[in-house]
């Protein structure tokens, strides 16, 4: 009862969020850390075995699904400075500060502390960067960032651990490069498994709920080979969403409806958690004020950090390697890289990470309170400044004219190519005349939707007319089956059938 309450307030504080515009994941933070001290709610701790596979494997399987593999193959170089270069980076930084500024915390403790506070969730950044038009590379970059750094900060959060007794960066090493390297090999081998089941099976439905397995078993069957199981996940929802065009259309409307239904109900459950989590830290820790100042200083340091990391790292490598400078004709200014560093929200992963931190471990209440400071606070400091910061600089998506001119050119192409294909099914006979008519009129229609696009944007093109005026029409007729289905003239059955044919067709005319 208490996971079907927390579920529903989740949903029902993003609801509200989505309702005034307001992000709802940092809405749904600070009311978790109110209702934390509210009388009668009990103690939420999370177990960071079921968070990872429960929570963390479908949320980057659905991004993975999501995400252009040609796009992310393209950035390779910016995303793995993040991924793997960054994470480290703040890893050994945080570790550093916070040994010096907690009194009697090990070396080995604030490294663990570090490599748990390593990684960013995107999941915030993504959605304000999407609603507030982010350029294409500076989405790629964060998103492809998230795909990686979680293998990585968790590789090196159980190396920390291990390296609290003793510690061998050599050991370190090999464990990230076996279990990155058999993680990936692990998604890919069950992608190509899952996609030529799917393929044989010609059934939409047992091929949605075979994908539904998939960040699953990709996470357990990574582990169960003692590799990672979030490239697992990540290599296997890459090739899938890749290769998602060879599938049937029903599986495609019916996968991209399951997993953003469940990425809304997962990410609430989660950023509700984290807020939830304040009570139980804050009586674990018994903080005073020197920890506080401490908490503040760590916090600083994450922030700084990524600063520190972002800027030569876009720079230094095309200064020093002109092969760099010449494939990257199109660099990322200082706004999109400032853009990029302040977007470095924790989530989920830290806290997990912190639960997993073993009892034994000297300083642990310590490390668990500065990981849920540090989670909490960028997530509502920089979270709430990042749409005045991105209005404030002045970013804009650069390339939305170029992509709908791209757009037009090949939706031109497709259009000739089908009414070639027209002409030789007309040539066999076989084809009324109207109904070749009409077919043409709807090549024609979506041929020249594209370069209307281009057109004056202040006044009401002819697609976006023919849009309009289908939507109404298509009302009409699911108005008039409602109708018969209440007067008993036709079943449920009917109704479910035709509307469905209607739905298809009103989700046709959708345009983002």
Known sequence: MELLLLLAGSLACTALARRFDAPAPLVLVAVGLVVSFAPGVPEFRLDPELVLLLVLA???????LDSSYLDIKANMRPIGLLAVGLVLFTTAVVGVVAHLLVPGLPLGS???????????DAVAAVAIGRKLGLPRRAMTLLTGESLGNDATALTAFK?????????????????????????????????????????????????????????????????????SGVLAVVAAGLYLGHNATQAGFATRLQETAVWQSLDVLLESLVFALIGLQLRTVVSDARPDWDLVAASAGVLLAVIVSRFVWMFPSAYVPRWLFPHIRRREKNPPGWRQITVISWAGMRGVVSLAAAAAIPLDM?????????????????????????????RGLGIRAEDGQDRVLAEAQVQDEAA???????????????????LTDRLRGLAEHRGNAAWERLGRQDTENPAAAFRR????????????????????????????????????????????
């Open 416 to 434: 000739r190519a089908a009414r070639a294909r027209l002409d030789e099914i007309t040539a066999e006979g076989n084809t009324p005349r109207h």
């Open 110 to 120: 604030a490294l663990v502390l570090g490599a748990v506070v390593a990684p960013p």
């Open 469 to 512: 005026v289908r939507r109404e029409m298509l009302n009409a007729e699911r108005a008039v089956f409602v109708a018969a289905r209440d007067r008993g003239d036709i079943d449920d059955e009917i109704l479910r059938r035709v509307q469905r044919e209607l739905d298809l067709e009103e989700a046709a005319l959708a345009r983002n």
């Open 362 to 390: 000297p300083g642990r209440e310590v490390v668990v309170l500065l990981a849920f400071v540090v989670t909490v606070g960028t997530l509502l400091l920089q979270g709430m400044t990042l749409p005045a910061l991105i």
């Open 58 to 64: 479908p949320l980057l399987y659905s991004a993975a």
């Open 159 to 227: 190396v920390a651990v291990a390296g609290v007794a003793a510690f061998s960066w050599t050991d370190g090493v090999t464990t990230l490069l076996v279990t990155s390297i058999g993680g990936v090999l692990v998604g890919l081998v069950l992608g190509v498994a899952v996609h030529a089941i799917r393929l044989r099976l010609n059934d939409g439905i047992l091929e949605s709920a075979l994908g539904l397995l998939v960040p699953f078993g990709a996470y357990l069957l990574a582990e169960e080979a003692h590799t």
